[in-house]
């Protein structure tokens, strides 16, 4: 149970600190991720999915090839399908995208505001929490219905391969 309200708080600061949403893989193995959490809006989910994004996406490039953390603005000159764009158009005008690696696989994550940059020390909380998550989440084991419910009430889509 302490597992499951620790990554309850921290989903819910995410989603703090992310206004505009986010999604976050974490676990990634080869292109699918273990847990996929989003809170973006639903009109971005299904123009990302229709336009089949995720294959010329330059967050999820980033993701998939480094660790640490960058702010959207630094990748839009590998935007070469306008992703960032779209995104831009749907309130997603500003963003960081933030990856790492361990032992236990490789997590990554985009999150977004409409109103500004996200400052350093956000970045560094962002990177924080993926981190914790990232930890909570090593088992791989299906989250409980509790949990499930919890992330309805928070808007959070959840997805789980194995579940």
């Known amino acids: 149970m302490r597992e499951e309200t620790l990554i309850s708080d921290k989903l819910a600061a995410l989603k703090i600190a992310s206004p505009a949403g986010y999604a976050l893989g974490l676990h990634v193995v080869y292109t699918t991720p273990t847990y996929m959490f989003q809170s973006y809006p639903r009109a971005w989910l299904d123009l990302y999915a229709q336009k089949g994004f995720l294959m010329t996406d330059p967050i999820v490039h980033w993701g998939f090839e480094n660790t640490g953390s960058v702010r959207w603005s630094s990748l839009t000159a590998q935007d ?84």
């Not at 997603?92 to 990554?108: P, W, Y």
């Not at 993926?130 to 219905?145: D, N």
């Open 80 to 163: 070469t399908q306008g992703v960032l764009v779209a995104a831009a158009e749907h309130g997603l005008n500003f963003g960081v995208t933030v990856a790492l690696e361990t032992d236990a696989g490789r997590s990554f994550g985009g999150f977004s505001r409409g109103d500004r940059e996200f400052t350093e020390d956000e970045m560094q909380a962002l990177y924080d929490h993926v981190s914790e998550l990232h930890t909570l989440t090593a088992s791989g084991e299906a989250l409980p219905e509790s949990m499930k419910e919890k992330l309805k009430t928070m808007s959070v889509n959840y997805t789980h391969p194995g579940a």
